[in-house]
């Protein structure tokens, strides 16, 4: 979607009274539960609960009905986020059933993209990284960490909270 067009329907989300939002990477395991847990904390901790309709999904179908990686929820957990996500493949109805649809990484995003039934589910689709503050901007993506070590899985926890916190403040404001 064009940059305005794209701000202006994000902008029309602050009028809704409730906000969908889908996290997407590719396996459903590491970042997008993570993203999803996340976020849930951060509209929970502002006591607007009701408002939010929060999931995740992955482009892949490696982990259907798994638990997050371990990995992901031990570091998770030390934050005091407990990851109970059910691993599930992308589906045609989340386009509709969702407001925004965000992916991970640019690879996510094309493989959405090719996924999208049609140009309105199309223009649903963002990348995290819009999300990232200024203390971020080195990073463009968020990070598959499945083949990394700790600082791979901190380092995604690091760059969700703060994507996390931003879009929550922005898609809050009236
Ligand atoms: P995620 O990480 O996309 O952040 O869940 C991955 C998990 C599993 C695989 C790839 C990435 N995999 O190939 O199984």
């Keep these: 979607m064009h940059k305005k067009t794209h701000n202006k329907y994000l902008s029309g989300l602050c009028d809704k009274k409730t906000i969908r939002v ?3 990477c590719l396996g459903n395991i590491c970042r997008s539960p993570a993203a ?8 929970k901790k502002n006591g607007d609960e009701s408002r939010w309709i ?27 986020l407990n990851l109970t ?3 599930r493949q992308i589906k045609e109805a989340d386009f509709d059933d969702f407001d925004i649809i965000i992916a ?7 493989n959405l993209r090719r996924l999208a039934p049609t140009p309105e589910a199309e223009d649903k689709i963002m990348q995290m990284s819009e999300w990232f503050g200024d ?4 990073y463009d993506h968020v990070p598959d960490p ?29």
């Design 146 to 174: 499945y083949y990394e070590g700790a600082e791979g899985f901190e380092l995604v926890l690091d760059l969700l909270e703060d994507a996390c916190s931003n879009m929550y403040k922005a898609l809050s404001a009236k």
């Design 36 to 43: 999803e847990g996340i976020m849930k904390d951060v509209v």
């Design 85 to 87: 996500h059910r691993c």
């Design 54 to 80: 929060i999931d995740s999904a992955g482009t892949g179908d490696y982990h259907i009905g798994d638990l997050p990686d371990y990995r992901m929820r031990t570091h998770a957990q030390r934050r005091g």
């Design 22 to 24: 889908l996290f997407v």
């Design 135 to 138: 203390r971020e901007t080195r």
């Design 104 to 110: 991970m990484d640019a690879s996510n995003e094309r």
